[in-house]
Structure formats: structure tokens, C-alpha cells
């Protein structure tokens, strides 16, 4: 007779992967077969967060890292895919605990088979070390303000798909034509976030030696305009299927005659940062924006919460002369949209199935009648700032989330306030909702792809 016991511990591996969080340390305790068959999925992604950060007492009366864990137990560390750490223990003022350093660094030493790390804080350098070696590292996500040195050690590692640089200093980004022509092969991904050196120069150097990219990201590069951005990339990386750029103060005005255009027709994810506030960015932004036929997922971040987003954008979003547009994840950050616009919107972005926009709480009803219209809307995300207003901002009622998706037949995922609401169909009052707390990624950049909307096959 078959018993879960008694099931082949590769079966139990896949049964296992449908569960996550708190549910895998609750199957861990069923039956030591239970337990064997959830340790693969419970060691394959390690993280350290802010929750972790609050109750590490290495010293005892709290909680101790997985990193102790894992150089204790080294057989548990081949199960390790991913580590995220998005917080560090501080004992002081800009002083990092040793000993979480220690413990982490030896840590990463025996993860043999880690595929993706991403580091927050600023203690690289102190695991440069055990990152060497690690043959199946495929993704990386890291603080790099580092030293000339240690940049030559991050060099080392010519595995890389996906390179994500956060805040690098000068000399990381002036080592990046080298450490691009081993990563030739390999590296379809590059992000770089907020950095003062990067400018036209290195992008025609440094994109020439990257022939397999597919997603480009630089975002607050202030000596890399959009224009400078967009020629680089249409020029050396046709190929690309994600981009983002930042749109500036201090970029000349254009020209009626020579407006920027994006010649990429593989292009499916488009985010850009739109600095300035004046008419003639949304000029800008129109000449853009008109080329672009193909896309699946477009995200859109403001500089003013309080400036209604154009009527031209809103247009070439949703242009008349299309009946439907394939978009499927919109977002509009930081900015005001009116509810007849997002009711524009959603006559002919009919296929959305993500919607990230400032709810309007106080108006729901108005709002809701404005999106009913998009059947295959599954997901709406609040990205509203509490703090964008003087005195109290109104939150979700628990009345407001059954009436919207009672009224959007597909809709069962609303995030507003730090909270992700849930829904599943009732028979008795339609729809029963059900919150819980939500907390986005730290280390997640608002401009990056959704793992669900990977356009980089």
C-alpha cells in the first residue's frame, strides 16, 4: 500500500516545490520522510532581512543566522541556490557584526552549488572571497562600491547572466569593458543604478562587446541621457527585449525636426524615469513611446505625485486607432491619474492582466467602474505614497476590496498599505477576501522585470 511515508523521496521533492514560507517548516515536522523531502526546498533560497537583523543576538536570547547554520552543516549547504541578504547586524555606529561576517563568509564558501546572490549592504568586500569559485553563479545583485582591488577579484567571476551594479564607483565602472570580454558568452542582463561615470564613451566601448544582451537598465546616470541611452542601445544591441533609462532636468530640449525615437522590435519591457516636470517632456515622451507596438510590459515613474500625468502619454498609451494594445503589465508611479484617463486606459488596454496605479480611495466606486472593463485583470497593485498628503491617507476597507473584485471578474490580488489582499470565489456573498501583511523587496528595483513577465529566454 502506497503512504505518503513510503513515497520516493523525488516525489515528495516535487510535491514539496508547490509550497513556500511558513507551510515547508510546518511540513518539515510531519515525519522524518516529510523532513527529508522538504530540506532541498527549505535550504534552496536563504535570505536575511530587516525582521532577521532586529532579533540576531549571536551571544543567545535571540535568533542566530541561517549563515551559523549552513558552516555547521555543511551537507545542508548543496541545497543552496540563492542567497538575498538585504540587511546587515550593526554593533555599532557604520561597524557590521563580525561575527555575522565570519559566519557568512564561511558560509558562501561551502554553497558549491549557488546560482544567484544578492547583497544590499555594504559588505562585499568582506565575502569577495568565498564568491570565488562558483562555477554555476549565474546572477548577481550587489552594492559595488568597492576598490580597485576588489574589483579586480569581482572580475574573476565570468559565469554571469544577469549583472546588476547598484551605486558602483568609478573605477568598477571603468573595469567593465574588461571584465565584459569573458563575459561575452554568457551575460544577457546588465543593471546599473545611480552612478556619476558612466557616460556616452563607455556605452559605445562597453555595449559593442556584449552581443548577447537582451536587457538593458541604466537608470540615474545623469552623464547617460535618454538620447545618448537610446542611440547606444539601437545601434550596438538591436536585439533587446527589456530597456530603462532616465529621462533628465538638464537633457536639451528637442527638436521638432530630430525627435528621439526606439527602433528595438524585439522590445517587450520598457521603464522609464521621467525627471522633468515641463509640457516639452511629454513631446518627449510621445515621440517614444509612438514606435513601440510590441510591448508586454510598460512602467512609467514620475518626479511629481502631485502633476496629472499628459494627455498625449495617456493617448500613446492607449492609442485611438488601436482597438487593443498586448500590454499586460502597466505602471504609473508617482504621479496623478484622473479617473477618466484610467478609464481611457482601460477601453484599450483590454489584455492587462498586472495594473500598477495610485488608488483613489476616497473615489473606489468611480475608479472601479473605470477598470470593470478589464477581464483579464488579475492583479492591482496601490503604488500610492501614505506620505504624499498632509494628515491621514484613507485605507482599503475590507468592503471596498469585495466590491472591486466582485465587479472584475478576474481580479483575486489587490496590494495597497503594506497589505495583499486575497480573494476566492463564495457562493454565498460572491467573493471572500482575506488580508496579510506585504512588505515589496528591498532589493528589488521598481524598474526591473516580474519574474512572471521574464522576457529573457
Given at each position: ?261 526606439i527602433t528595438l522590435p524585439s522590445l517587450q519591457h520598457l521603464a522609464i524615469d521621467v525627471r522633468p516636470t515641463s509640457d516639452a517632456t511629454a513631446m518627449t515622451m510621445s515621440s517614444l513611446l509612438v514606435s513601440l507596438t510590441s510591448l508586454s510590459t510598460l512602467v512609467l515613474k514620475f518626479a511629481d505625485r502631485q502633476l496629472p500625468i499628459w494627455n498625449s502619454v495617456i493617448d ?142
Open positions: 500500500m502506497v503512504t505518503a511515508d513510503n513515497l520516493n523521496l523525488d516525489v515528495l521533492e516535487l510535491i514539496f516545490a508547490f509550497i513556500s514560507g511558513n507551510d515547508l517548516v510546518a511540513v518539515s515536522s510531519v515525519s522524518k520522510s516529510f523532513l527529508a523531502g522538504v530540506i532541498p526546498c527549505l535550504y534552496a533560497k536563504v535570505s536575511f532581512t530587516a525582521k532577521h537583523v532586529k532579533r540576531y543576538r549571536p551571544e543567545g536570547g535571540g535568533i542566530m543566522s541561517p549563515f551559523l547554520t549552513l558552516r555547521n552543516h555543511p551537507d545542508l549547504a548543496v541545497h543552496v541556490r540563492q542567497i538575498e541578504i538585504h540587511c546587515a547586524p550593526f554593533i555599532a555606529a557604520g561597524q557590521v557584526h563580525p561575527k555575522f561576517l565570519s559566519e557568512t563568509a564561511d558560509a558562501l564558501q561551502v554553497c558549491k552549488n549557488l546560482t544567484s546572490f544578492v547583497c544590499g549592504p555594504r559588505i562585499l568586500p568582506a565575502l569577495l572571497g568565498s564568491l570565488q569559485g562558483k562555477e554555476r553563479l549565474q546572477d548577481l545583485h550587489i552594492y559595488a562600491a568597492l576598490t580597485t582591488t576588489q574589483g579586480e577579484m569581482l572580475q574573476k567571476i565570468t559565469t554571469l547572466r544577469s549583472l546588476t551594479l547598484d551605486y558602483p564607483t568609478w573605477n568598477i565602472v571603468d573595469s567593465l569593458t574588461r571584465w565584459a570580454q569573458p563575459l561575452q558568452r554568457t551575460l544577457s542582463h546588465l543593471t546599473i543604478f545611480m552612478s556619476q561615470e558612466v557616460n556616452d564613451i563607455l556605452l559605445e566601448t562597453l555595449l559593442p562587446l556584449l552581443p548577447r544582451l537582451r536587457g538593458l537598465h541604466l537608470i540615474g546616470c545623469p552623464k547617460a541621457p535618454h538620447t545618448v541611452v537610446i542611440k547606444a542601445a539601437t545601434t550596438h544591441t538591436p536585439s533587446l527585449k527589456e530597456f530603462s533609462f532616465t529621462i533628465f532636468e538638464n537633457t536639451p530640449p528637442p527638436s521638432l525636426f530630430c525627435l528621439p525615437t500613446l498609451i492607449a492609442p485611438p486607432s488601436a482597438v487593443t494594445v498586448p500590454l499586460k503589465r502597466l505602471a504609473l508611479m508617482d504621479c496623478a491619474v484622473p479617473i477618466d484617463m484610467v478609464g481611457k486606459l482601460s477601453s484599450k488596454c483590454k489584455d492587462l492582466e498586472m495594473l500598477e496605479i495610485p488608488l483613489p480611495i476616497k473615489d473606489i466606486q468611480a475608479f472601479t467602474a473605470a477598470i470593470s472593463s478589464l477581464k483579464e485583470l488579475h492583479t492591482l497593485t496601490d503604488v500610492g505614497d501614505a506620505h504624499a498628503s498632509h494628515g491621514p491617507r484613507a485605507t482599503l476597507a475590507r468592503n471596498d476590496v469585495r466590491y472591486m473584485m466582485r465587479a472584475c471578474v478576474n481580479l483575486r490580488t489587490i496590494v495597497s498599505d503594506g497589505r495583499m489582499w486575497t480573494g476566492r470565489p463564495d457562493c454565498f456573498i460572491g467573493v471572500t477576501v482575506t488580508p496579510q501583511r506585504y512588505k515589496a523587496n528591498a532589493t528589488q528595483h521598481w524598474f526591473s522585470t516580474l519574474k512572471e513577465y521574464s522576457y529573457l529566454s
